[in-house]
């Protein structure tokens, strides 16, 4: 502390009180605290540079880990999706194809999908209480919050976020 307050007064010409001013103790007292205020700085500056770069390679390393995670995540997703197309040309083609051979490849995309963190918000069919943050009423009027409702079609959320939210119906107690 006493250095800094010793550079202090002398950047500002203010002498120690032991020595006579602007002699030449003073003079080459403030050359050095100059120079090593010129050290600390190029070394501050250093260190910043240093900081960037850092800081921009782990920018790289992530984006570079991202990249690998979606690119395992579609090399899974790649059969199951060549699959489905067939069966969508067959369809668009004129002929028949059985609904269960969709439903085991939507249920095998489903399943990765599942595994890379997507999570479905309900299940058609399904009956829960309302929530703002994860439904949306598909007509009609207002639906108080816990009210049961009758999910239509499910939802998605990624990471705790809703991508999508289930679309629902006011459920009927009796009829339901």
Do not use: W
């Amino acid at each position: 502390m006493r250095y800094f307050s010793e550079l202090l007064n002398a950047l500002a010409g203010r002498a120690r009180a032991a020595a006579p001013a602007g002699g030449p103790v003073d003079q080459a007292r403030l050359a050095a605290l100059e120079m090593d205020v010129r050290e600390r700085d190029q070394r501050i500056a250093a260190m910043r540079k240093e900081y960037a770069h850092l800081a921009a390679a782990g920018q790289t390393a992530a984006a570079g880990a991202g990249q690998e995670q979606l690119q395992g995540l579609f090399k899974k997703l790649a059969a199951p999706l060549s699959n489905l197309a067939a069966l969508a040309a067959l369809c668009e083609g004129g002929q028949e194809v059985a609904a269960a051979d969709v439903v085991t490849l939507f249920r095998s995309v489903e399943k990765q999908l599942k595994a890379a963190g997507l999570e479905q918000v309900g299940a058609a069919g399904e009956s829960a209480p309302f929530d703002v943050a994860l439904h949306q009423r598909m007509s009609g009027g207002m639906v108080s919050a816990g009210a049961a409702v009758l999910i239509r079609t499910p939802g998605y959320r990624f990471a705790g976020k809703v991508l999508l939210k289930a679309m629902v119906t006011a459920k009927e107690s009796e009829h339901e």
